[in-house]
């Protein structure tokens, strides 16, 4: 049986549209750079990073937790300038959404915390193609649960068989399937671009 026609399209932002913003080879050069210890942060940060991304503690509240629970040699603002110096943009993926807007409907969905997801949204001029952020910071869910992409729907207004999402990561593709989503596995632009086309999603 054909698939419906997409209306409707879900992009991950971290590992897609840009690099992943604070996943572990991030936080790794950050922690090398500023020579905190590898093993005392990795398991700060395990313990808290879901509050964070839930929207339910502060970059501030974070960091105190995990890098400013003592005196430190550098400032607050050098360590929040390195992370944010870790996301760049995948170009390509990029340029290809940018010819999608206008012609559809095209929305976030991602788990990211406020400062990172506000920092990425106005560096990268985000907000020109996607009309709107479901992002884990502001929904208090986060992928791959399955409420996530249903309140997504939801708030979209649109059908699960109508909304195509992509995402790089096979788990979130198999969830965002699981309530009735179309999706694509995201491996790199050529790869996407052929996607879309055999599911009639082309540049007006």
Known sequence: MPQPPVKAIFWDIGGVLLSNGWDRDQRRVVVTQFGLDPGDFQERHK????????????????????????????????????????????????????????????????????????????????????????????????????AIYRLALDLAGVLPGQA??????LQNVEAARSVGMQAIHFQDTGHLQAELETLGVTPG
């Open 47 to 146: 313990l808290i990073v879901p509050e964070l991304e839930m929207g339910r503690l502060t970059l501030d509240d974070y960091l105190d937790q995990t890098v400013f629970m003592h005196p430190q040699s550098f400032a607050r603002e050098q360590f929040v300038a390195a992370m944010e110096a870790q996301s760049v943009s995948n170009t390509d993926a990029l340029a290809l959404m940018q010819t999608l807007a206008g012609r559809w409907r095209m929305y976030a969905l991602n788990n990211e915390s406020r400062a990172l997801n506000a920092y990425r949204r106005r560096t990268f001029s985000l907000d020109d193609s996607l009309l709107a952020f479901f992002t884990s910071c502001y929904l208090g869910l986060s992928k791959p649960g399955p």
């Open 164 to 169: 195509l999402m992509i995402d790089d990561r």
